[in-house]
Every structure is written in structure tokens, then in C-alpha cells.
């Protein structure tokens, strides 16, 4: 019989351990990249109202002797740029978030593009926590977007995402900011920057049926514990009969059953006339 509570006892500490470590798993392993749910420090962003469109930022034009250049972006913060077909030839290549376009401004007609490089490619982008803006409320974020690579330089888009209600238009695209060491800076006013739902921050990130689990298995084994080492010295226990409460523990699965089939039989209607039960 002693052999059987200690498996018992062994089986439930295999549990508890195990749904421990599910849960930390399950914590640890990063969510992919979806831009109507991004989550920061305790706020969800949902930015998906920007999937469907294509942003074109137009850059200033400079002299570059003899010619004037411009450099245009092109960018979608959700997904690769989508365009329709037979018109490959003036974007980016296929997977290109962000796209550097510099083209030709000339006296006379249309400027015309010279190259079309990619800043960002499908590669999972990441998000932080900006800096305060005065004046701004909500604390801005920015999106890193990555993965293009030119003349050797890696490249990259950080946008910089500010809360701002009174922009409700979608088709509203961020401001070139700068380019500048492979980076290139946009800032990006509007109401979808705004955080979704202020989440009840966690400790650490620890799920509630986590952090209980835990305090749970800590207190478990403080009392085990404690009351072994109680037993041994004040009755001089050894073996089993150190574990604290033995008996209880002993009569601890028939109490399990006596409740279960006293709640089984309550719910299916069954009374026992010896405990004075009354039928309905
Ligand atoms: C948003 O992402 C979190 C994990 O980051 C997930 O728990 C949650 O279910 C997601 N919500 C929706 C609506 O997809
Ligand atoms: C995100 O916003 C779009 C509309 O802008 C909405 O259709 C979608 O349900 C939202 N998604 C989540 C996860 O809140
Ligand atoms: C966020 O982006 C801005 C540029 O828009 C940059 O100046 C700032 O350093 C970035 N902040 C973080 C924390 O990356
Ligand atoms: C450039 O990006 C690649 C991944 O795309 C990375 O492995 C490499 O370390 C980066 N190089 C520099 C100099 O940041």
C-alpha cells in the first residue's frame, strides 16, 4: 500500500512538472509576425487596415551633376508589396516589403526609374518601444522591417508609428524621414498606431494559470518539506510516516471518490435513502 501512495505522489509531481514546462514552451516560442495583432510590452497594435494598400513616399530631388535624381520608397508594413501582373518590371522583385526606387528627373516628361533595390524582404520584422514625443500622449512605437542588401550594406526600414485619433484614413502613408547607414526612417501618424486593448500586465510575462501552477508546486513542497523534517525530529518519524498528515493523505483517495460519487448521484437525480436523501 505504501508503494502505492508513493507513486501516487510521484505521478502528481510528474504532472504538475509537466504542465509546468508545456506552459513555459509555450511562452517562449515567438508568435509569428501578424500586423493586425502585434504586441508590445502589455498593448496590441493591429495595423492590418494598411494590408490591402501599397504606400509610394516620394523623396526630395537633388542635383547630382548632371542629372537630378529622386528617391521614391514604395512599402507595405503587412506584407509583401502586391502588384498587379505584367507590371513586374517596375517594382521591386516578388517578396519586397520595402522598395528604394531612384529614378531620373528630367526637364521634360515623367521621371523615370533607374534602379529598384529592396530594403526589406520577407524577413520577420521586430518591434520596440520609441521614444516619448511631446505633446503625443501615447508612447510610439517603432517597426523594423529587414532583409535587403545592398552593395554589400545590409538594409533596412524602421517606422516609427505614432498614435494620433485624428487620422482615421488608412490610405494616409508615413513621411520620409531620412536614409541613412543602409536605413531608411519613416514616421507614420494615425489612428491605427494606437494601442487596441490595455492588456493587465503579468508578471513577466507569466500567464495566471502559470504564476498559480508555480506558487502551487512551491508551497507543495514547503509543506512537504517542512513537515517531514517536523516529523522526524519532534516524533522521531522515519520512511513514510514522515510525510506530514499521513493518514489524511492515505484516506485521500477515498475521500476523492466518496465526493465524486456524492456529486454523480445529486446530478443524476440518485439518492440514497440511508443519508436521508429526499427524491425531486
Ligand atoms: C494575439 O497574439 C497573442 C500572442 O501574441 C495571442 O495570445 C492572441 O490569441 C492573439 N489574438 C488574436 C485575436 O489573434
Ligand atoms: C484589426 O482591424 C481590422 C480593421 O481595421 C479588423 O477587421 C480586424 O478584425 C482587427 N483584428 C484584430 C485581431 O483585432
Ligand atoms: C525609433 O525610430 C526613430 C526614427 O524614426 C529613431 O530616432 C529612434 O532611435 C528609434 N527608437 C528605437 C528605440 O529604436
Ligand atoms: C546582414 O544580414 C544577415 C542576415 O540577413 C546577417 O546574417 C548578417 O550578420 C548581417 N550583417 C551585418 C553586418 O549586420
Known amino acids: 500500500m505504501t508503494q502505492f501512495y508513493f507513486r501516487l505522489a510521484i505521478a502528481t509531481l510528474a504532472v504538475v512538472v509537466t504542465l509546468q514546462s508545456t506552459a513555459n514552451a509555450q511562452g517562449e516560442t515567438p508568435a509569428p509576425y501578424d500586423c493586425a495583432n502585434i504586441s508590445l510590452e502589455g498593448h496590441t497594435y493591429n495595423i492590418s487596415a494598411f494590408k490591402a494598400n501599397t504606400y509610394t513616399i516620394k523623396g526630395e530631388v537633388r542635383e547630382e551633376h548632371p542629372n537630378k535624381i529622386r528617391v ?17 518590371k517596375s517594382h521591386c522583385k516578388a517578396g519586397t516589403w520595402v522598395c528604394q526606387d531612384t529614378k531620373l ?10 534602379t529598384l533595390r529592396p530594403i526589406a524582404r520577407d524577413v520577420a520584422p521586430t518591434v520596440v518601444r520609441a521614444e516619448k514625443i511631446e505633446d503625443v500622449k501615447e508612447l510610439p512605437w517603432n517597426l523594423t522591417l529587414r532583409g535587403g542588401n545592398i552593395d554589400g550594406q545590409n538594409q533596412s526600414a524602421t517606422i516609427t508609428f505614432i498614435c494620433d485619433m485624428a487620422v482615421t484614413d488608412e490610405t494616409v502613408g508615413p ?7 543602409g536605413v531608411v526612417y519613416f514616421s507614420w501618424k494615425s489612428g491605427h498606431a494606437c ?6 500586465p503579468t508578471t513577466e510575462g507569466m500567464g495566471g494559470f502559470r504564476t498559480f501552477l508555480t506558487v502551487l508546486s512551491i508551497f507543495a513542497l514547503i509543506y512537504l518539506i517542512a513537515g517531514a523534517a517536523y516529523n522526524h525530529k519532534v516524533y522521531g518519524a522515519t520512511g513514510v510516516d514522515m510525510i506530514p498528515h499521513v493518514d489524511f493523505w492515505r484516506d485521500f483517495p477515498n475521500l476523492v471518490v466518496d465526493v465524486v460519487r456524492h456529486v454523480w448521484d445529486s446530478v443524476t437525480g440518485r439518492f440514497t435513502s440511508s443519508r436521508g436523501y429526499v427524491s425531486v
Open 72 to 88: 521614391d520608397y514604395e512599402l507595405n508594413p503587412c506584407q509583401a508589396i502586391a502588384f498587379p501582373e505584367g507590371e513586374a
Open 105 to 114: 528627373v528630367r526637364d521634360e516628361g515623367e521621371p523615370i526609374t533607374v
Open 175 to 181: 513621411t520620409l524621414t531620412k536614409y541613412e547607414n
Open 195 to 200: 494601442p487596441q486593448q490595455i492588456q493587465v
